[in-house]
């Protein structure tokens, strides 16, 4: 059944390369479409060249982008301007809101049914956009749009490997909340294998996990933002999503999503995925009065970015 039909809006782009090189490299990808307003038929090209089994085709500027839709079972939108140092991620606000909402809006006419995975920053706004363009158009399944939180949860995973001596590939930690600061809620307590810190190095880690972007924004020193380890954690969420799509058990990613979990009403968690995308929110379980504390402390924030999703979805275009 290793058909999945994948379409990356935003494909020329710092993140939009690498993600599309890593799923043109996957056997569960049968078609990639990459779309973007500039650069995407070299880009295909290029990767039209690699002995895999997807093939490969680039499309080019608004009116080339319901053909780039038609079909898909998975579009995923890196789309949008990166950080640059000094900035939040919801100082992108403004460009990535107007880019998203007419991306998601070819998503909800030519192909209603696909998973959507957004990875446009802010991403604890531009989900709230992505719903309300969807509602709009009336084809709106909450089941099926995801924003892309699985960086934090690699992080997370590599952070507390690198301290604890352990395997990477091993480690597995939850994180929930949002996508921006101190929404990242990193649940520790909660890590396979059970690790312990004390609690200033816990709250150091912590600190560490929910700044990582930033980190990686400094680092670069204006030359972009995370990008390659973002179009990893953004190939692992599609694949998940895939394998959960074929008939896989028990596959689990984190995401953003609307929720009832909270009072916020989008809210990351661990969910189930199935053959039409979350089949159960597994919510946030047991934690320690230390993360009850950044779940309450993260609420307003979360609120707000949502609340500004909604209203500009409301007077969009």
Do not use: W
């Amino acid at each position: 059944q290793n058909n999945a039909k994948v379409a990356v809006l935003g494909a020329s782009g710092g993140i939009g390369q690498p993600l599309s090189l890593l799923l043109k490299n996957s056997p569960l990808v049968s078609r990639l479409t990459l779309y973007d307003i500039a650069h995407t038929p070299g880009v295909a090209a290029d990767l039209s060249h690699i002995e895999t089994r997807a093939t490969v085709k680039g499309f080019l500027g608004p009116e080339q982008l319901p053909e780039c839709l038609k079909g898909c079972d998975v579009v995923v939108i890196p789309a949008g301007v990166p950080r640059k140092p000094g900035m939040t991620r919801d100082d992108l606000f403004n460009t990535n809101a107007s880019i998203v909402a007419t991306l998601t809006s070819a998503c909800a006419k030519h192909c209603p049914e696909a998973m959507i995975c957004i990875i446009s920053n802010p991403v604890n706004s531009t989900i709230p956009i992505t719903s309300e363009v969807f509602k709009k158009h009336g084809v709106y399944n909450p089941k099926k749009i995801f924003g892309v939180t699985t960086l934090d949860i690699v992080r997370a995973n590599t952070f507390v490997a690198e301290l604890k001596g352990l395997d990477p590939a091993r480690v597995s930690v939850p994180v929930i909340g949002g996508h921006a600061g101190k929404t990242i809620i990193p649940l520790i307590s909660q890590c396979t294998p059970k690790v312990e810190f004390p609690q200033d190095q816990l709250e150091k880690l912590t600190g560490r996990i929910q700044e990582a972007g930033t980190e990686v924004v400094k680092a670069k020193a204006g030359a972009g933002s995370a990008t390659l380890s973002m179009a990893y954690a953004g190939a692992r969420f599609v694949f998940s999503l895939v394998d959960a799509m074929n008939g896989k058990e028990g596959v689990i990613e984190c995401a953003f999503v609307q929720s009832g979990e909270t009072e916020s009403p989008y809210f990351s968690t661990p969910l189930l995925l199935g053959k039409n995308g979350i089949e159960k929110n597994l919510g946030i379980g047991k934690i320690t009065p230390f993360e009850e504390k950044m779940v309450a402390e993260a609420m307003s924030e979360l609120k707000a970015s949502i609340k500004k999703g909604e209203e500009f979805a409301k007077n969009f275009k």
